[in-house]
Each structure stands twice: as C-alpha cells, then as structure tokens.
C-alpha cells in the first residue's frame, strides 16, 4: 500500500489547536505517514511543525484568491486535508474545489459573535459542517452543534494536548514573594484577556473577596484586548488583582496557587482546566461546553456569569484546605483517565483509512 498523504490546515491556531497539530503531525510521520502542515508562518516560528518531519508550506489566514491557491496547490496529491477551525474547513473546501478528496474537520472551540456577526456565524458553520466528510468535535456539545448545522458525520474526538513541562525549581514561596501573595491566599486564572473569557464576572467576584481576612489575590497571566478596561477598572475599584501578562512560567503559577480559577463562558476542553487537573491544583470552573465531561468531580464547578456563586465557592474552598487537598489528589486521576497522544493518533488514523480504503469489490454468487 502507497504512503498516506495527509495536510493539516491551520488557521489563526489558538494554543490548543495548535499543539494538537503538532502532536499530530509528530506522530503520523513516526507511523509513516506522509504530512504537510499549512499555517500562517508566525505558526511555524513558535510551534516548529517542520521539527516534527512534517513539511511546512506558509499560507495565510486569509480567503483571497492567492491564499486560496497556495492552499490548493499544497493539497495537489494528498489522499486526506484535515482543517483545524471553521474557517480553515471552509478556506481547505475552497481550495479542493469539488476534488474527491476527503476533508476531515476538527472543531476545536466555538467561535463568539453578536448581532449581524451572529448570523454570518452560523452560516459560516453550516458551509464548515457540510462541506466535511466527516466532523469530530473536541466536547459533546459541539458534535451536537455539527449536526445541528447539518454535517454529514460528527463524532467526539477528545484530542490530548500535550503535557506541559514540569515546574522549573523555584519555590512556591519565592514565586508567592515575586507576586505580592505572602501571607494571604493566592488565586490564578491563565488565558488571553476577552470577552468570552469571563474575565468581567471575575473582577466582580474579587470585589467580593476583599470582605475576607486575608484578602486574597488574583492574579491573571494573558494578553488580549480587554486588558485597558480590565487595569482602568482594577483601578477605579480598588480590586486585588494583578494583571500580570502573558507568562511562559504558567506550572509555576499554578504550583504556588491555593486555587485556579476558570471564568469562561464556554469551553471545549480548557487548557487550563488540563493544566491545572495535571499539577493538582485545585480549580474552580464554570459549568460550561465541555468542562464538565473533563474535570469529573475533580474540580468545583459554579454556573456560568454567576459572580456571587464564584465568589461563595471559593472562599468556601480558601476556609476548607481538607477539600483543597482533596481536589488536589483528584485531579491527577481524573487526567489519567483522559485520552493520551496516541489514543489520539489512533483515532485520526482510523478516521483517515476509513475514508481512504477503496470500495470493497461488489459480490458474485
């Protein structure tokens, strides 16, 4: 049988679509597979796909006719494009132009918009679902959004993201010294300073938490485009809270954490939440998208834009170190029950050769 000929399609590429594609494209290649990788090329500097084997072509995040026809000509022999986002999906079915080739989407995470946005949004689903062979989507509620929209075949694929690195060998304690958290609890939340990231209702939560002795603080490790509103608000309401950017020490901030706190209005499988599950650092999450089917009972979930309820659960969790401790042990076993990287290989192989294997010659009596 001929070598296997995969292209992965990256758009944008949030974090953890992009270390899947790597993770991916890694083990493919160790199984012998042939695989192209298209991204932007900021992609390539920070996530190294050609490191892995995989060839990489720059294509950029965009629909116009030369970004189309870069795309086009990478897919030239390929016997299966796989596009990561809905807009990856659309721009890899406009490239393959009605050529049978099997286009697998993965549907990582749910795009946010309002009013009119809204609407181009959802037609923008229904043209990434419809076009797709077939549609795996990284929660539950996502294969059920796929075929809503009127995909063909949508199954879960809970795609493993990679470990993080191990704590580098500084002590909680030095790193609670650096952040202004000695001798009052301290509480993390990690990701990219937006809307949908709840960071709103967590401030409201933290003003909350100044009735209590110690007074706790938050520190947020991200960049985005809420951080003016966030710091002029911080301000304004004399908040503890620290907004400290964007961090490539991210274990050894939930190391030091008493909790982590995850504020989203919606998640598929938070990067976060694995992080933190991973360290045993006891989290406190919205009850949204695929978070629940993640975390088990490994962590305390509140309801979504709720910052009264964020607010009880964890000064609940801050009075009550017995269930800290017991959040803490937990979350290594929930994670261990998660698929792993090869189980995630396996299943994106299996999806390949099925939609790859030749028609099985008609019966004669």
């Given at each position: 049988m001929s070598q296997l000929r995969t292209v992965q399609v990256l758009g944008g590429g949030s974090a953890g679509s992009s270390a899947h594609v790597r993770s991916l494209a890694a083990g493919l290649v160790a199984r012998g597979v042939q695989v192209t990788v298209c991204a932007p090329a900021a992609l390539e500097r920070a996530y190294e796909f050609a490191a892995t084997g995989a060839r990489f072509v720059p294509v950029p995040r965009r629909s116009d006719p030369a970004a189309v026809a870069s795309l086009r000509a990478a897919c030239e022999g390929a016997d299966v494009v796989h596009a990561h986002g809905l807009h990856s999906a659309v721009r890899a079915a406009l490239a393959l132009g009605g050529r049978s080739v099997p286009?697998?989407?993965?549907?990582?995470?749910?795009?946010?918009?309002e009013g009119a946005r809204r609407s181009l949004l959802h037609l923008l689903e229904r043209r990434a679902a419809r076009a797709a062979s077939v549609v795996l989507g990284t929660s539950s509620d996502l294969v059920d959004r796929a075929r809503s929209r009127g995909a063909r075949d949508a199954r879960l694929a809970p795609?493993?993201?990679?470990?993080?690195r191990a704590p580098a060998s500084v002590s909680d304690g030095k790193m609670r010294a650096e952040l202004g958290a000695v001798e009052r609890p301290l509480i993390v939340a990690v990701g990219s300073l937006v809307p949908h990231h709840g960071y709103g209702t967590l401030l409201d939560a933290a003003r909350m938490w100044r009735r209590l002795d110690p007074v706790p603080l938050l520190v947020i490790?991200?960049?985005?485009?809420?951080?003016?509103?966030?710091?002029?608000?911080?301000?304004?309401?004399?908040?503890?809270v620290s907004l400290i950017g964007s961090r490539s020490d991210?274990?050894?901030?939930?190391?030091?954490?008493?909790?982590v706190v995850l504020p989203s209005r919606w998640e598929a499988r938070s990067v976060l939440a694995q992080e933190a599950l991973r360290a045993g650092a006891p989290l406190v999450a919205t009850a949204v998208g695929g978070v629940p089917e993640l975390v088990g009972d490994a962590a305390e979930l509140v309801p979504d834009a709720n910052a009264e309820a964020l607010a009880r659960a964890v000064a609940r969790l801050l009075g009550d170190p017995a269930e800290r401790e017991r959040l803490a042990a937990a979350g290594p076993r929930q994670a261990a029950s998660w698929p792993t990287e090869d189980d995630t290989i396996a299943q994106m192989l299996s999806v390949y050769d099925e939609l790859v294997q030749p028609l099985a010659p008609p019966r004669t009596r």
């Open positions: 286009l697998v989407m993965t549907w990582h995470t749910r795009a946010h918009a795609v493993a993201v990679p470990a993080p490790a991200g960049e985005g485009r809420e951080r003016a509103a966030l710091r002029r608000r911080i301000k304004a309401e004399d908040l503890p991210v274990p050894e901030l939930l190391a030091a954490a008493d909790l």
